[in-house]
């Protein structure tokens, strides 16, 4: 079946430094799926970050970034300057879309610590 | 805009028992799910429904039922509950390509 890989379970940044999350994926049915971001703030539920359904296109959200690279097949988070405020656990996902119900795959996630 | 409510917010029962979580949504939305979430597993999908009284099974149905009575509400069954089950479960609706979930409901079994 479909698989989303976050080789990262925990990641510690201090404020202002850049960031990365890694994300890499597999699609069984399609060869290229959607691709989201979903964050979960503290005390919040699940939301969307950022999605892209094109392949080679890049998506961008509240200062995070992400490019979709069918050729590597990753879709990994990036952002320049990290806050405190982006503490959170980051999961990305796919969906091989269609009219029955659109599933969508995650990844185990990866918290993110933003140290003042 | 429109909210995902889940209830109850911690359920605690036996093993062996029957137990019940129930989701609402206000968004009008057609498609609902309900995925488990365990630490470090990532979100599992249980049950989806396309529509009222629709049922599709996910890749962790087995254990579980749901309902799909009305539009607005998906109700998910643990049908005996196990001490490995003791998860987050997250209820989720759909609109195009982007999904709006609830808070989640903690299962705690003793």
């Known amino acids: 079946g479909d698989s989303v890989t976050q080789t990262e379970g925990q990641v510690t940044v201090s404020e202002s430094k850049s960031l990365i999350i890694n994300c890499t994926y597999s699609?069984?049915?399609?060869?290229?799926?959607?691709l989201f971001w979903y964050v979960r703030y503290p005390g919040e539920g699940l939301q969307l970050l950022l999605k892209?359904?094109?392949?080679?296109q890049k998506g961008s959200s509240r200062g995070f970034e992400a490019t979709y690279n069918k050729e590597t097949t990753s879709f990994h988070l990036q952002k320049a300057s990290v806050q405190e405020s982006d503490s959170a656990v980051y999961y990305c996902?796919?969906?091989?879309?269609?009219?029955?119900?659109?599933?969508?795959?995650f990844g185990t996630g990866t918290s993110l610590l933003v140290d003042p | 805009g429109g909210i995902i409510t889940q209830t109850p917010k911690f359920l605690i029962g036996q093993e062996g028992q029957k137990l019940t979580l129930k989701c609402q949504q206000n968004?009008?939305?057609?498609?609902m799910y309900w995925y488990r979430q365990d630490s470090g597993k990532g979100l599992r999908l249980i049950y989806y429904?396309?529509?009222?009284?629709?049922?599709q099974k996910g890749d962790l149905s087995e254990g579980y039922d749901a309902s799909r009575e009305k539009k607005s509400s998906f109700s998910l069954t643990v049908t005996s509950a196990q001490k490995n089950e003791m998860a987050v479960f997250l209820c989720?609706?759909?609109?195009?390509?982007?999904?709006?979930f609830g808070e989640g409901s903690r299962l705690i079994v003793v």
């Open positions: 429904s396309i529509t009222e009284n629709d049922l």
């Open positions: 892209v359904i094109t392949a080679g």
């Open positions: 989720a609706s759909r609109t195009g390509n982007t999904l709006y």
């Open positions: 699609a069984t049915s399609i060869a290229y799926p959607n």
């Open positions: 996902a796919l969906s091989e879309g269609g009219n029955m119900g659109y599933k969508l795959t």
């Open positions: 968004f009008n939305h057609d498609t």
